[in-house]
């Protein structure tokens, strides 16, 4: 799976691509809006105003709204366990 972080005017977006499936990000989102990760600080999340997942298995793309950094969601991603 490929990871692509940019940052956008709203917040940050990521793109996935290769062996994913979106139901995979959709539960990653899920299990991050009710607290059931420790991929990132509470701080981190406080910033995030909101979460949406597009695209289809293997062209997935995460939309965050708020004032987040790229650095702050690559640490994210590097510990997430849904992903990786």
């Known amino acids: 799976m490929k990871k692509q972080v940019d940052a956008t005017s709203f ?3 990521i793109s996935f691509s290769g062996e994913v499936k979106k139901q995979n990000i959709v539960k990653m989102v899920e299990n991050c809006a009710t607290g059931q990760c420790e991929c990132m600080s509470d701080t981190t999340k406080k910033k995030i105003e909101n979460m949406q997942v597009v695209g289809k298995d293997g ?3 995460l939309q965050l ?3 987040i950094t ?5 640490d994210a991603l590097a510990k997430s366990k849904v992903i990786n």
Do not use: A, M, R
């Not at 790229?70 to 690559?74: L, N, P, V």
């Open 11 to 13: 917040g940050v977006n």
């Open 59 to 61: 062209e997935v793309e």
């Open 65 to 67: 709204s708020g004032d």
């Open 70 to 74: 790229t650095q702050e969601i690559e």
